[in-house]
């Protein structure tokens, strides 16, 4: 079992920043593959990042791509997401989600890739 805590998230003017975080405890963390995913109002949840357990691979959706940044830091069990250049249409509700990974370098970009998902934190960019 893995638990992820989310935290970031807010408001911000187009063209600025935000960092989300998500923890993750239960399960060693280097065998942890990670992904972040988001979903506005009437949408389907749509991948935006992911990385492989041991953060050597990454994925970014198109629309994100140069903007958004993910890492992990595995001596604290976290996960970044570093969000600039923030436009109205990344508005949604951010969700990191986990999945227990036994092959390195794989990434998964599809919901069903992750067993395990955090709360969700809301991200609004203002026009």
């Known amino acids: 079992q893995v638990q992820l805590v989310e935290s970031g998230g807010g408001l911000v003017q187009a063209g600025g920043s935000l960092r989300l975080s998500c923890t993750a405890s239960g399960y060693t963390f280097s065998y942890v593959a990670m992904g972040w995913f988001r979903q506005a109002p009437g949408k389907e949840r749509e991948f935006v990042a992911a990385?492989?357990?041991?953060?050597?691979?990454?994925s970014y959706a198109d629309s994100v791509k140069g903007r958004f940044t993910i890492s992990r830091d595995n001596a604290k069990n976290t996960e970044t997401l570093q969000m600039n250049s923030l436009k109205p249409e990344d508005t949604a509700v951010y969700y990191c989600?986990?999945?227990?990974?036994?092959?390195?370098?794989?990434?998964?970009?599809?919901?069903?890739?992750?067993?395990?998902w955090g709360q969700g934190t809301q991200v609004t960019v203002s026009s």
């Open positions: 990385s492989s357990r041991g953060g050597d691979s990454t």
């Open positions: 989600a986990a999945t227990i990974s036994y092959y390195s370098g794989q990434y998964y970009s599809s919901p069903r890739g992750y067993d395990y």
